[in-house]
């Protein structure tokens, strides 16, 4: 299956820690059109987080505007980690 995991925190706190294989795309940067999702199926399955949800949901909504079908909100780091075991 195909599964992007992306941080949607700003660079530098995805710097300090963050999912291991996770990518970072802060929300203005999904609203531009991020180069790094343009080879990214619009079916693959996207893992969304941040620091609290909010961030994460509002990336989530703008993805959905731009035809992803399979997005999940992780929350946060320690819940994608939980997921993703």
């Keep these: 299956m195909n ?5 949607v925190r700003e660079p530098g706190e995805f710097a300090r820690s963050h999912v291991e294989g996770a990518i970072n795309i802060p929300p203005m940067e999904i609203m531009s ?3 790094a999702l343009r080879a990214v199926p619009k079916d693959a399955e996207v893992i969304l987080y941040c620091i609290s949800g909010a961030r994460s949901n509002a990336a989530m909504h703008i993805l959905k505007a731009q035809g992803f079908t ?3 909100n992780g929350i946060n780091k ?3 980690t939980a997921m993703l075991s």
Aim: charged letters at 30%; glycine letters at 8%.
């Design 78 to 80: 320690d819940h994608v």
């Design 3 to 7: 599964r992007i995991i992306i941080d």
């Design 33 to 35: 059109g991020s180069p």
């Design 70 to 72: 399979n997005i999940k």
